[in-house]
């Protein structure tokens, strides 16, 4: 267990819906980041908050969106859903002082299908 | 020119054998260089971490750093069953915000 809590860990949905991911971060972590990893584009960053606020954003579609909460725990939500947005999503989460310092540790992951 | 290029393999070795994993990247700004490890359905776990240029080992694994050439290595020595996994590369996005991926090494270690 890696500390980092992802649920649901399977999704199957119908194009068009709309759907919310959920991370909870490793206890201390206040940065948290969505990666989507699919097998052309690998891992792709989305969005990163940190202690609540948005901090980067990377190449996140506009029906995609994020937030964090004042619990830390964080959400991402997909809509308009494409067959296309089928992917593994990942959340990571990592301390205080910056990626380059100390790395990420990434959940386990939903795996979406959109039929 | 992405900025962090990885041949996606997949690579078949015999149990024993010395791998060599690479990735190539565009920004010689870049100092922090990092090794993750995917198991099939899991999340990548970090694996190894090297600041600047030279080598870091760590059991098994060699991280190297060639920032001449622009160009990061692994290499497992006497690789296992249970080594078989993917391998990303990954490197800090300029702004520090974010790693920057590598698509991946697959790697299937027969016994």
């Known amino acids: 267990d890696s500390g980092v809590t992802q649920t649901p860990k399977h999704l199957i949905t119908a194009t068009g819906q709309r759907v919310t991911l959920r991370c909870s971060p490793r206890?201390?972590?206040?940065?948290v980041y969505w990666y989507q990893q699919s097998l052309d584009q690998g891992l792709q960053f989305l969005i990163q908050?940190?202690?609540?606020?948005?901090?980067a954003k990377g190449n996140i579609l506009e029906r995609f969106s994020a937030q964090q909460f004042p619990d830390l725990h964080s959400e991402l939500n997909l809509s308009s859903l494409e067959l296309g947005d089928s992917a593994l999503y990942f959340c990571?989460?990592?301390?205080?002082?910056?990626?380059?310092?100390?790395?990420?540790?990434f959940g386990s992951g939903t795996r979406l299908t959109v039929v | 020119q992405k900025e962090v290029e990885q041949d996606p393999g997949p690579l078949s070795v015999p149990e024993g054998a010395i791998v060599s994993l690479n990735c190539t990247y565009s920004?010689?700004?870049?100092?922090?260089f990092m090794w993750y490890r995917q198991y099939s359905r899991k999340g990548p776990e970090l694996l190894m971490y090297?600041?600047?240029?030279g080598n870091k080992e760590d059991g098994r694994f060699t991280a190297q750093v060639d920032k001449s050439s622009k160009y990061i290595s692994l290499f497992i020595r006497d690789s296992q069953p249970s080594d078989s996994a993917t391998y990303l590369c990954?490197?800090?996005?300029?702004?520090?915000?974010?790693?920057?991926f590598g698509k991946g090494t697959t790697l299937s270690v027969s016994s």
């Open positions: 990954a490197i800090p996005n300029q702004a520090g915000t974010a790693l920057i």
């Open positions: 990571a989460s990592s301390p205080p002082g910056g990626v380059g310092n100390y790395g990420y540790t």
């Open positions: 090297t600041y600047s240029s």
């Open positions: 206890s201390g972590d206040l940065s």
């Open positions: 920004n010689s700004a870049f100092q922090y």
């Open positions: 908050y940190y202690n609540g606020e948005e901090r």
